[in-house]
């Protein structure tokens, strides 16, 4: 069926569409002419009926007759439909005229926009320049390529229009461009229900809400639930979507999202969806996901204990009440009494969690729960549970303090209970050396040696880290023996010293020293003491040495330390001599435990070194000597009566390497010092000649 507007042999106006729909009067100079008349009264009636019509601007049916169309030329085709430009919000929108391209076309054109429709003029082309009319689009329009584009700049949503441009020459033409404007959304704001929906609610209830900020044209919102889109469903599922237009024109939507769940629906992931359209195409954004709370009455109580797996004394043990409802209920914990059979309440911490730490044997036993429902009152017991705390008792060895003589035999026991299978083997204290597997350790033909420390120590293999041990001491009957029959200590005069000795033996030893000083003990264990002097080194301390006496009921030992002086030019006679300025406590292995306190002479071997050592100083003193004296007598040591002479050299040659030559050498070495002349020392020189060297 023809359109309203443009039914043949009805009417043809030359008034503008707007002022045609609107059913104003027509503009100055404008005709209306009428054409034969309708065949009938239904079609005048028709046409009578499109006076009332109005449009939404915008809508793609909205058709605007040309101003040929308008005169009525017979036999002319209906105008085609506005050509379709797309643009995003704070783009430009470049307009084309589709006149002819000819010169004459282009000099002289109109532009007018539709706006509740009506043309309003907003551009105008006169030989070939362009210049804005007043109003909103005066400062955003111009020309370009040549005139025959029109561009708009910072289109909003309110540029969403049909824009015309109009020819006079050679004869009147339009021109209709239908401007679409596009805005994405903002990203989906999401806000779930948080205080959550019961499942025996009888209505659907509120979800989450979606809100889409900023979009144009309105973007279409879509619900999903576990990756499902939602759909309007009957007393199940409802979706009410509401939109605000801003100041600038764009839409903000919300859309809320109603539903009835069910139990299962408590860990299910909600979010929406937003699509839209640009000149690019179809889009869509999503929002986060989210689970609303879903309340249901509690069905089953249970217990649960963490860790799990076999648990051991020691441990952190928590005993836990769950329930498979929500909110979920009051809980408590009850133990039954093995004596009386009767459940006791345990106290628990806040969350209702029972707390074992460290876990004893005695907590083993038989645990239960209670959950209260508090909206109904109904307290659901849980199914008992036993637990079990792995021990080991306190180890015992028999006999606990051991004494036996030199050459006997000695049997050791070891006993202890567990819930679980036991392992023994025993280990010597000070080595760590495991001597048996087994609860019992035989030792035979006992040594001083064998006297110290024993452990034995009780094991679960199937239990990682559960075990006990107990140390046993064994005492040998003998006199004591000393950490070391002698050694030497490198000393300066007057200074205080640190002089130390060990001792060990059953009966325990006392230590004595023969020097006077401030003497202490220290128990190392039962059968070994160490005992520490503080003295002063004096020049009798250094002639007569330090002794140390251990003794008990059985018989007494001494260790000697010897006192050197330490100084620049002293050589260590023996690499194997500690010369260090206190002593320390020698290994078992070298123990020398003779009671015997005789002192011993170097070793031959160690004097032969030291006289190979002597003499080899006194070569390189001689040569040193032999040529100083030459430089001397060559005038190129020009030595003073100072007693300290210094040797000059060149720059180049210096450093700072400083030779100090003692007075207690040889006299011969002394000789060749004090010059040819015979040079005797001041009084008060000390006999010290430092001798720079600087190369």
């Known amino acids: 069926m023809p359109s309203a507007n443009h039914v043949p042999g009805v009417f043809q106006a030359t008034a503008s569409q707007a002022d045609f729909i609107s059913g104003e009067r027509a503009k100055s100079g404008s005709t209306v002419a009428a054409g034969p008349a309708p065949p009938c009264p239904a079609l005048l009636a028709l046409g009578e009926g499109v006076r009332g019509l109005r449009l939404r601007v915008g809508d793609p049916s909205f058709h605007l007759p040309s101003l040929s169309e308008s005169q009525g030329v017979p036999g002319e085709a209906e105008q085609p439909a506005p050509e379709l430009v797309e643009v995003e919000v704070g783009s430009t929108a ?79 033409q339009e021109h209709r461009i239908q401007l679409r404007v596009y805005k994405a959304p903002e990203e989906p704001n999401i806000q779930v229900n948080a205080l959550g929906i019961p499942v025996d609610s009888k209505e659907p209830e509120e979800v989450a809400t979606c809100v889409g900020r900023n979009g144009y044209p309105i973007p279409q919102v879509i619900w999903y639930k576990n990756g499902r889109p939602l759909k309007e469903e009957k007393n199940r599922v ?116 029972l707390v074992l730490e460290p876990a004893q044997k005695e907590h083993s036993g038989l645990y239960e729960c209670q959950g209260l429902d508090l909206d109904t009152m109904i307290s659901l017991p849980s199914e008992p549970q036993e637990l079990l705390v792995n021990y080991v008792s306190d180890v015992r ?15 050791l026991i070891c006993e202890a209970e567990s819930s679980q299978d036991l392992e023994f083997q025993w280990l010597r204290e000070e080595t760590g050396q495991v001597l048996e597997r087994g609860p019992v350790l035989q030792l035979h033909d006992l040594k001083r040696e064998a006297g110290g420390g024993y452990r034995c120590v009780a094991s679960v293999p199937s239990i990682p880290g559960l075990n006990r041990t107990q140390l046993v001491n064994v005492a040998v009957f003998g006199p004591p023996w000393m950490a070391f029959k002698e050694r030497k200590v490198w000393v300066k005069e007057n200074m205080m010293l640190n002089l130390s000795c060990e001792a060990s033996g059953h009966p325990r030893p006392t230590i004595s020293w023969n020097v006077n000083g401030t003497a202490s003990e220290q128990d190392q ?52 001599t500690t010369t260090g300025l206190s002593t320390s406590t020698a290994s078992p292995h070298t123990r020398a435990n003779s009671t015997s306190t005789e002192r011993k002479l170097p070793e031959p071997e160690s004097q032969g070194v030291v006289i190979v050592a002597v003499i080899v100083c006194i070569l390189v003193l001689a040569v040193l000597g032999a040529v100083l004296y030459f430089l001397y ?27 100090e030559v003692k007075s207690d050498k040889l006299p011969e070495e002394m000789g060749l010092l004090q010059g040819s002349s015979g040079d005797k020392r001041a009084p008060g020189d000390q006999g010290e000649k430092y001798i720079d060297l600087r190369h």
């Open 94 to 172: 470049l307009l084309k005229c589709g006149l002819s391209q000819s010169q004459g076309n282009l000099s002289h054109v109109d532009w007018f926009s539709v706006h509740k429709e009506k043309r309003i003029p907003i551009f105008r082309v006169r030989q070939g320049q362009g210049q804005s009319e007043p109003g909103e689009y005066q400062h955003r329009l111009s020309l370009q390529d040549r005139g025959a584009t029109l561009a708009l700049t910072q289109v909003t949503p309110h540029d969403e229009r049909i824009f015309l441009c109009q020819g006079k020459r050679p004869r009147s």
């Open 238 to 353: 409802h979706i009410q979507s509401s939109q605000t237009v801003e100041s600038s024109g764009l839409y903000t939507l919300q859309s809320i999202l109603k539903a009835q769940l069910v139990k299962e629906d408590k860990d299910a992931q909600f979010y929406c969806e937003l699509n839209y359209r640009l000149p690019s195409g179809n889009h869509m954004k999503e929002s986060r996901e989210v689970t609303v709370p879903v309340f249901y009455p509690t069905e089953k109580v249970w217990l649960e204990v963490e860790p799990v797996g076999m648990l051991k004394e020691g441990d952190r043990v928590e005993i836990r009440c769950l329930a498979d409802g929500n909110p979920p209920p009051h809980f408590s914990i009850s133990k039954q009494n093995p004596s009386t059979r009767e459940a006791e309440e345990e106290t628990t911490n806040d969350n209702g969690v």
């Open 397 to 411: 060895v028999s006999p606990a303090a051991p004494e036996r003589q030199e050459g006997s035999s000695l049997t």
């Open 525 to 576: 264990d039962p059968q070994r003491v160490l005992s520490t002097l503080n003295v002063l080194v004096t020049p009798e301390l250094l002639e007569t040495g330090v002794e140390c006496t251990a003794s008990n009921d059985l018989g007494k030992n001494t260790s000697v330390l010897f006192l050197e002086l330490v100084n620049l030019t002293t050589l260590t006679p023996d690499s194997n």
């Open 633 to 659: 007598k060559k005038g190129k040591l020009p030595c003073g009566r100072s007693g300290k002479q210094e040797i000059t050299l060149p720059p180049s040659r210096k450093s700072e390497f400083v030779v």
